[in-house]
């Protein structure tokens, strides 16, 4: 069983930054892949990047390649998510989730486990 929280979300203005925490219980966190998914009001979830069990592998989504940056410290059972110059469009409620397969990290349906999310709000 794995329990995930997530934090740092907020407001900020276009351009600026935030660092989201993903906090995992569990002494087998290291045997998870990690991903990050968004939902933005009336949309569907959408897949945004995931990190391999040791952090050697990550896949992100075109929308934030070169902007955001996934690593993670298993020693802390943690993966921080660094978003820069943000972007309305970046507007959402984050999740994060533990798949125990790297295997289409980026469906939804692979992880086994979910976060309750953190609200990102980007004004322009």
């Known amino acids: 069983q794995v329990q995930l929280v997530e934090s740092g979300g907020g407001l900020v203005q276009a351009g600026e930054s935030l660092r989201l925490s993903c906090a995992a219980s569990?002494?087998?966190?290291?045997?998870?892949?990690v991903g990050w998914f968004r939902q933005a009001p009336g949309k569907e979830r959408e897949y945004v990047v995931a990190?391999?069990?040791?952090?050697?592998?990550?896949l992100y989504a075109d929308s934030v390649k070169g902007r955001f940056t996934i690593s993670r410290d298993n020693a802390k059972n943690t993966v921080y998510l660094q978003m820069n110059s943000l972007r309305p469009e970046d507007t959402a409620v984050y999740y994060c989730?533990?798949?125990?397969?790297?295997?289409?990290?980026?469906?939804?349906?692979?992880?086994?486990?979910w976060g309750q999310g953190t609200q990102v709000t980007v004004s322009s």
């Open positions: 989730g533990a798949a125990s397969s790297w295997y289409q990290a980026t469906k939804g349906y692979q992880y086994d486990y």
């Open positions: 569990g002494r087998t966190f290291s045997s998870y892949a």
């Open positions: 990190i391999g069990y040791s952090g050697d592998n990550t």
